[in-house]
């Protein structure tokens, strides 16, 4: 079907754990790239603009994860089909999942930039953003929604890329996009005196570059994965099979958001220096999260590929690696982080208070945090062998629903911080116990019916 290219991964023969950490290690590495545009936007803006500019930029995260992460939810949808159809060695239909799922890219792209502009002051006021901070909040928020075609770009052709086991190259689009963004941040907050402005115009613009090497890389792609921008179109049954993975998927994403902005709101009520705290913490987060979210991409691209060529026996076996990845990734990560937590935190501000304020989030949150990672692992294989909609169904139960009655009746009863994030390690440990019942059900399921193509969610 395909000439072989020495980028790629074997995901239906070999090790397992090797090719695993093959796969999973620099998609790791690239997302911590992508972090470190945020990080570097923080730490610049927190040492030298002062709270408020750290606050301005903090109080947009949750909701740019909520506008965002539906459509990037269609990226592993666009994933989850091609490798299915590259493991069965369908060259063509692996050539029309490629040039609908960037048909669908581009036009989510467009849209979500616009809804982005339009929103921006209403949705932060929705969000109870403190007064002193929202000019900023709404500046930051709209130069970044013009970048967003750019974020939909590189994550659906990472996505196409990943699915045929080469995740090399958008690591090293990162590597250099990062190290871009970072420059540009120092250049237009020190030299230029922009500040809020500046480090959302380094952001988008580094974007802009990852976007744009990953385009002109995927069309000279000598694999079946190779994209013509003539052949960019819509085409029916792959569309709705994209959608049938990716919106569940994006929705899931937008379940956690929606509790993050819950969450985040509350925290609002607590006043700016609670909120500079959580930002930096939210951050930190975001490496952790990192460091488990490769085996979670590892999970439902080997699943999928190894689904499609009729390997149901492999697939068990991958998902007890990737679980075991998590686990290890996550777990240690959190541990060093709970120990140095007054260190690490002094990077993001050197305000005792801002400090304090993150500490707290730090000892309630990060000791099950790797939990949160084990239910990516177990959603990603759910998706690889066809179930969608279940994963969606756990995490609206276990992660929206309990925050929100957690915080209107737990939390409305003890107003502090620690009830407030105890809302997180509860959720997550539920919604594992219903993830991981569902998928053995799931897995019993395609043994028992073995020339199933795709499972009914």
Known sequence: MKKKNVATIEMCNGPIFK???????????????????SAADMVIVGNFAGENALAAV????????????????????ANIVTARYYGAQNKEEVEETVHCSM???LVCGFFLAIMGVAVARVSLELLGTPETVINDAVTYLRICALGFPFTLIFNFIRAIMN?????RFPLTCLILAGGTNIVLDLLFVLAFHLDVPGVALATVLSNGLAAALMTIHLCRKPTAINLQIRNIRFIKSKFFEIIKVGLPAGLQGVAFSISNVIVQNAVNSFGSIVVAGNTAVINLEGFLYQAMYGFYQASGTFVSQNYGAKKYARIKRVLGV???????????LSLISIVFRRGVLGFYSQQEAVIAAGV??????FPLYCLCGLN?????AMRGIGYSTVPLIISLLGACVLRVVWIFTVFSVQHTLVVLYLSYPVS?????????????AGYKKLRKNESAWYGSS
């Open 19 to 37: 090719n695993v950490l093959l796969f999973a290690v620099p998609i790791i590495i690239g997302n911590l790239m992508q972090i470190l545009f």
């Open 58 to 77: 903090g109080a947009n995260i949750s909701f740019i994860y909520l506008i965002v992460n539906l459509f990037v939810g269609l990226s592993i949808g």
């Open 103 to 105: 048909a669908i890219c």
């Open 163 to 167: 699915a045929e086991g080469d995740t």
């Open 322 to 332: 990737c679980l075991l990845c998590a686990f290890v990734s996550g777990f240690g």
């Open 360 to 365: 707290i989030r730090i000892l309630v949150v």
């Open 376 to 380: 990516d692992v177990l959603s990603g």
């Open 428 to 440: 997550w440990a539920l919604t594992f116990v219903l993830h991981f019942a569902a998928f053995h």
